[in-house]
């Protein structure tokens, strides 16, 4: 088993929804904006050198990535609605080995977490622009997961 390190991201804080727009096009408000740049260079210091970037389609998740600097693949599993098993098949997680950088939306990401942690989906809070870090290490009884960090940006 090789080991893995998986970061999820949920995008900053966005524009309310209005009536007519779709969600998917929803932007970061001013406040989301400095969260995204908050967190990317906290990112800078901490991430692994090789990380795969996937990004939901959203607007908002894109530009919570754009604020790293780096390229990145949409993915359409790890979209708005997507559950948590299509969000670890496209990371890869646990055995593709690496390090890999999700960029995506609640309840999903929470539910993930859960599901890491505590070995069930349950409805955890990510909040708006935080980041939860996990790894996965090989062992000989199997495969343990560690939560390296769980950090929002006002913590930065």
């Known amino acids: 088993m090789k080991n893995m390190d998986l970061i999820l991201w949920r995008h900053a804080e966005a524009e309310e929804a209005t009536a007519g727009q779709p969600d998917a096009r929803r932007r970061l408000t001013p406040r989301g904006e400095k969260q995204a ?86 409805d955890w809070t990510v909040k708006k622009g935080g980041l939860w870090w996990f790894s996965s290490r090989g062992r000989e009884n199997g495969t343990q997961t560690v939560l390296r960090t769980a950090i929002s940006p006002d913590l930065i």
């Open 37 to 122: 740049r908050q967190m990317a260079r906290w990112l800078h210091e901490h991430m692994p050198k090789k990380l795969r970037i996937l990004v939901s389609p959203s607007e908002r998740t894109q530009m919570t990535a754009h604020a790293l600097g780096l390229p990145f693949e949409i993915e359409d599993r790890i979209g708005i609605g997507a559950d948590a098993a299509d969000l670890l098949a496209a990371a890869g997680w646990p055995g593709q080995g690496g390090a890999v950088l999700i960029v995506g939306h609640q309840p999903t990401l929470g539910r993930v977490a859960a599901l890491l942690l505590a070995g069930e989906e349950a």
